[in-house]
């Protein structure tokens, strides 16, 4: 005898119909396989109706947000610290690089800068020079315009990633001060 359809009624989760159950109860008395089965089903889903959830321990929300915060501030200081370490290795392997290249006496490295900030002072001056001469010898002041647009572009490029480069140094430092 085939039981497959009577252990998926005795196993249901939703509610039988009255023909179901009517087709179930002249059924069980002549099986004792299906009996047994729905015997021991009905016992451990009486167990498992009465068995009480267990949550969380008190303060346990508090508790995790508590530890993930610490972990985030402790990934920001590693981060930090990091990043401090790889700019202080770079810079100071670049000083090291530019001492030893020049082998010079501290003057003479301090002229070396200050004729190099000459020259871009110098150089910031002719651009902007050929700039006007570019502008004033467009026919159009639109042209001269759209000229002045780009060059002021790029400019602020430049600016941006100055100021870039600079925040980065010195967001570096506030982790590390924690």
Not at 106 to 130: C, K, M, N, S
Not at 139 to 152: E, F, I, K, M, N
């Amino acid at each position: 005898m085939n039981h497959e359809r009577f252990e998926r009624l005795v196993l249901a989760d939703a509610p039988l119909t009255s023909a179901e159950q009517e087709e179930l109860g002249r059924h069980l008395p002549a099986c004792p396989t299906c009996t047994a089965l729905r015997a021991r089903w009905s016992r451990r889903e009486s167990v498992l109706l009465a068995g009480l959830m267990i949550g969380p321990q008190a303060g346990f929300a508090g508790r995790w947000a508590a530890r993930d915060e610490a972990r985030a501030s402790h990934r920001e200081r590693r981060q930090a610290w990091l990043l401090f370490g790889g700019t202080s290795i770079a810079a100071s392997s670049l000083a090291v690089l530019v001492a030893w290249q020049t082998a010079v006496s501290l003057p003479v490295l301090f002229a070396d800068v200050l004729q190099q900030g000459l020259r871009w002072w110098i150089w910031a001056r002719l651009a902007g020079e050929v700039t006007r001469a570019i502008a004033s010898s467009l026919p159009t002041p639109a042209a001269a315009g759209a000229v002045l647009a780009v060059l002021g572009l790029l400019a602020g490029a430049g600016l941006v990633s100055i100021l870039g480069s600079f925040s980065i140094i010195r967001f570096s430092f506030q982790g590390v001060r924690r």
